[in-house]
């Protein structure tokens, strides 16, 4: 079974510039997250899908941070402009609320790398 | 709030030796507790979990932990270190109140493991 994939893994810009990531999460999960890794940190989450719902952004940053989810499958997150505050691992995961036992197992991608110049 | 404090954020053991890194958290209501691990430029792998039951967890990898209420601590441990467990470290913790809740990770303990 395939994982959380994600793409680019690694992205440099300049200040100032816009920038997409994209998650293709496991295929059937119908929960998706979005998180913020900066270095030395654990992982905090921006955004969270049911399915194509955002049911909590509390912590995006919406002046410059956006996501969507179209079709409840893969998902865009976006930042722009870009700060150099923004560098940081922006990390996917996806999960099953099905079968629901309080909270779902996510699985995370490899994350993409961001460096802001 | 829900907080989850490590204890230690570099760990160094030799190979052959007993791994424990510490995790507390702070909460009324015993969480859902949750232990990853990340290996360098990978994402996070879930190692083990509790949600109820049995409060000693077994997982992959030969990791366990055992869940204390009294010390609400998740420590978790592995009985003989492998040159292949070095990686981060991420305890978390899920508020059980009804409906869904989010993660909230711990900074991570790296563990390093010298011949």
């Known amino acids: 079974e395939a994982g959380v994939v994600q793409s680019p893994r690694y992205k440099i810009i300049e200040k100032k510039q816009p920038v997409a990531f994209w998650c293709n999460p496991i295929?059937?999960?119908?929960?998706l997250y979005w998180y913020l890794q900066n270095l030395g940190q654990g992982p905090e989450l921006l955004i969270r899908?049911?399915?194509?719902?955002?049911?909590?952004d509390s912590q995006l940053p919406k002046d410059r941070f956006s996501a969507e989810r179209l079709k409840g499958v893969d998902s865009t997150l976006k930042i722009q402009p870009a700060e150099l505050g923004d560098s940081a691992v922006y990390l996917c995961?996806?999960?099953?609320?099905?079968?629901?036992?309080?909270?779902?197992?996510?699985?995370f991608g490899p994350g993409t790398r961001l460096t802001v110049l | 709030a829900q907080s989850v404090t490590q204890l230690g954020s570099h760990v160094s053991v030799s190979e052959g030796a007993l791994v424990l890194l510490r995790c507390n958290y702070s909460?009324?209501?015993?969480?859902?507790l949750f232990w990853y691990v990340q290996y360098p430029n990978q994402g996070l792998q879930l190692l083990l979990k509790?949600?109820?039951?049995?409060?000693l967890v077994k997982g992959i990898n030969g990791f366990e932990a055992e869940f204390k209420k009294s010390e609400t601590s998740f420590h978790l441990t592995k009985p003989s270190a492998h040159m292949s467990d070095a990686a981060e470290y991420f305890c978390?913790?899920?508020?059980?109140?009804?409906?869904?809740?989010?993660?909230?990770f711990g900074a991570g303990t790296r563990l390093a493991v010298h011949p």
């Open positions: 995961a996806s999960g099953d609320s099905s079968s629901f036992s309080g909270t779902d197992t996510q699985y």
């Open positions: 909460s009324s209501v015993p969480p859902y």
């Open positions: 509790y949600t109820t039951g049995a409060t």
């Open positions: 899908y049911e399915n194509e719902e955002a049911v909590d």
């Open positions: 978390a913790v899920s508020p059980r109140s009804g409906g869904y809740n989010k993660l909230i």
């Open positions: 295929s059937g999960h119908n929960t």
